[in-house]
């Protein structure tokens, strides 16, 4: 190990800043950040500099620099762009015992600068010794996606009662356990969403119990359309750290693999007239496990709230007091329309949009039609493909011209993407020629014709007829 990793305390501290330029800059917003007491030395300074200056958040000396200005400073830094300058903050401070950095000169620091994930009061440093900062920086990137800015909320709150648990759990080896069973659980959760309060009354309870048993909860998340990068970061974390997950059909495999590899898995999936689990019993099973102390993720494709059945899924955990949390996804209809290239909303051709459900509860189609037919109107069918033919013929009945542009998004933003474009009257007659199953959705609107334009995902099959004009 080339530098041993330290953090030093500079609160109200003396710290030196060399040099006025945008690379003082931005460690100017990192000593501040740590509550430095911060001197800048330079002729001139940049706008935001003199900006700090003139509020008093620095102190600048209009000159250049003097050795006798290191005199007194807990830290120094050298950002100017002369080497014979730096040179000599460099030596004057190391004759005096004060760390010192050279920026992007390691040769002259005696100490560096990592790049830093800053969830305060927890930091993460990381460090290539100065030789590949470029690689140092991709990494906290990395981090930075991966760990949530809740967690220095939850740092704050656990530090609050680590001497109360430390006097619950003499033994070591229970207060690890207690901790860990509160920093992974649905407590943790409450803290990282800003709700301390119920979390610090469960705390006490669980320390006046002396419980260090983990706590069951649900998580629904929504998986997105499909492709892994269109997850939520949130949804990307409890996904990796649930004990068991229940999954649907819609849930595409890739997105899978991103499940914690030791996890259970549970297909659960419904498809029409063919349900592998029956609702009832999807909401007993997560009942269930939860009560036995275990993190369920419910991972469901799209949105768990946008025809995801997730408020029925809820209602039983609900009245059973089981934590529980709903992570939002991409709604299949945004995907699907973003990736076809198909706005769901335009100012020459639609001003409202409408998601239906292509079947009821009882298989019917019976939907609110004078309302679907409007004009300027977009209209996302979901689960409607087994109905397409009955729902485009309803439109037309129903006083929507035939030549209405229309549009069946398979498998959307995945690379199996189909997008096929028609309009009312020919969209079904593709369909039945196109072998294309579920999961898809149907898009109807004059926005459809811009598809042709704007689509650039996969490959997009037009009908016979031009619809890709602007109306």
């Given at each position: ?333 945004s995907g699907a329309a973003a990736y076809a290239g198909i706005p769901l909303t335009h100012r020459d051709h639609a001003q409202s949009v409408v998601f239906v459900t292509g079947h009821k509860k009882d298989g019917s189609i019976q939907l609110d039609w004078p309302a679907l037919t409007r004009p300027d109107q977009t209209v996302v069918v979901y ?29 959307a933003t995945t690379e199996r993407q189909r997008t096929l474009v028609g309009t009312l009257q020919t969209l079904p007659a593709q369909l039945a020629a196109s072998g294309i199953g579920s999961p898809a959705l149907i898009i109807v609107g004059e926005v459809v014709s811009l598809s042709s334009r704007l689509g650039w995902f996969r490959r997009v ?11």
């Open positions: 190990m080339e530098y041993f990793p330290i953090f030093m305390r500079l609160t109200g501290e003396p710290c030196l800043l060399v040099g006025g330029g945008e690379v003082a800059v931005r460690k100017a917003r990192l000593l501040l950040s740590a509550g430095a007491r911060l001197t800048v030395v330079a002729p001139d300074l940049v706008p935001e500099l003199t900006e700090l200056a003139a509020r008093g958040e620095i102190s600048h000396v209009a000159a250049c620099f003097a050795p006798q200005q290191v005199g007194g400073q807990r830290l120094v830094v050298a950002a100017t762009n002369l080497r014979e300058v730096n040179r000599l903050v460099s030596q004057t401070a190391q004759a005096q015992g004060i760390p010192v950095n050279v920026v992007d000169d390691p040769e002259l620091s005696s100490y560096i600068t990592p790049a830093i994930v800053d969830r305060s009061p927890l930091v993460i440093a990381i460090s290539t010794g100065g030789g590949v900062p470029v690689l140092a920086r991709l990494m906290r990137a990395r981090l930075e996606s991966l760990i949530p800015a809740g967690f220095g909320r939850l740092a704050r709150f656990a530090s609050r009662f680590r001497d109360r648990v430390k006097q619950r759990f003499t033994d070591v080896e229970q207060r690890r356990a207690f901790w860990e069973s509160v920093l992974e659980g649905p407590l943790a959760e409450r803290v990282m969403n800003g709700d301390e309060s119920t979390a610090e009354s469960e705390l006490l309870q669980r320390l006046a119990a002396g419980d260090s048993t983990p706590a069951g909860a649900v998580y629904l998340v929504g998986a997105g359309p499909g492709n892994p990068d269109l997850l939520t970061f949130r949804a990307l974390r409890l996904m990796q750290q649930a004990d068991v997950v229940l999954y649907d059909s819609l849930v595409a495999p890739e997105l899978l693999e991103l499940v914690r590899r030791d996890a259970e898995r549970i297909f659960v999936g419904k498809q029409r007239a063919n349900h592998s689990m029956a609702q009832e019993d999807i909401n007993r099973l997560m009942l269930r496990l939860a009560q036995q102390g275990r993190r369920v993720l419910r991972l469901k494709g799209g949105d768990p709230f946008t025809f995801g059945r997730g408020g029925e899924e809820i209602e039983l955990l609900a009245q059973q007091h089981i934590p529980f949390e709903v992570v939002p996804g991409i709604t299949s209809a689960m409607g493909l087994a109905m397409a033919a009955e729902i485009c013929a309803a439109f037309i009945a129903h006083g929507k011209p035939a030549d209405t542009p229309a549009a069946v998004v398979h498998s099959e037009d009908a016979a007829v031009t619809i890709g004009q602007d109306s």
